[in-house]
């Protein structure tokens, strides 16, 4: 049993909740984790690339899919990417963002939303804070669904405003991959939040370059498997996540196989790029 239950009772400070039983990990238990997955096989991302010596140095190609979320208006990030990617030989797919200035489908937002998030949907207008997240929520399953249908089995995430950290991701990536436990689900390319501010809120090595997930990173850069998009899928229909916290709490939990990449492949854009959710 990797899952401890402990109870929250009324007035606790993380809300006003009623007294009940909640699913967590707990340290020992993710240490546990880690020791044994790093035991585990390695993961063999042969068929995601290709390594040619004709060229000096020797050059390495990704076949797998690579996409990056973006509102086709967003011409500087846009063009951020685009350099990037033309800098480093890197074929990618440009996936259009939901655009939350513009009216959403009230179904499809009712599919993934309920509780406080879909009342505070429903009395919003475009524009709004609450439209623009939901639109993010929306455009990260909707490229789920896309990967799904199409029976991707892995595939490159990214946001428009992400940064590499290096001038070789591909062959990064590829050494990464290749150190991951065979058992993995997802890959976070970057680090955020506690990670940032704490680096003692890494968990243990897996492999070389690869950390067990443990606490939180953000939507900036992914690798995953069509095993974490059909997670994804099924626990968003509760709602009462955004899409971030639900991925970082699926993670966290254990409820599928995380990992993070220790040193970050990918990190938030220097330059600052404004926040497309946090618009006045």
Known sequence: ????????????PWGNLRRTWVRVRFGYQITADAQRASKLP?????????TTEIDSPVTTTAALEIFVISLPGSTERRSSVEEQMKTQNINFRWWDAVDG???????????????????????????SHSYRKAACDLSHLRIMHDM??????????????????????????????????????????????????????????????VRMFLDNSVTVGMVYKRSFALRILNDAQIGNKEIDNLMNDVGQLGLVRAYIADPPLVKIHEAGFASQIDID
Not at 3 to 11: A, D, E, I, K, L
Not at 43 to 50: G, K, Q, R, T, V
Not at 101 to 127: A, C, M, N
């Open 101 to 127: 200035s513009q009216i959403l489908p009230e179904d499809e937002v009712r599919w993934y939303s309920s509780g406080k998030r879909l009342r505070e949907f429903l009395h919003s207008e475009p524009g």
């Open 1 to 12: 049993m990797v899952f401890g239950f402990v109870p929250f009772p009324t007035g606790y």
């Open 148 to 209: 799904v249908a199409s029976g991707r089995e892995v595939q490159v995430v990214f946001e428009d405003d992400m940064q590499f950290t290096s001038n070789n991701f591909v062959a990064e990536l590829n050494a990464t991959m290749s150190a991951l436990p065979a058992d993995w689900d997802v890959l976070w390319l970057n680090h955020g939040g506690p990670i940032l501010r704490n680096p003692k809120n890494l968990a243990g090595w897996v492999g070389r370059g």
């Open 42 to 50: 390695r993961y063999n991302p042969s068929l995601l690339f290709s």
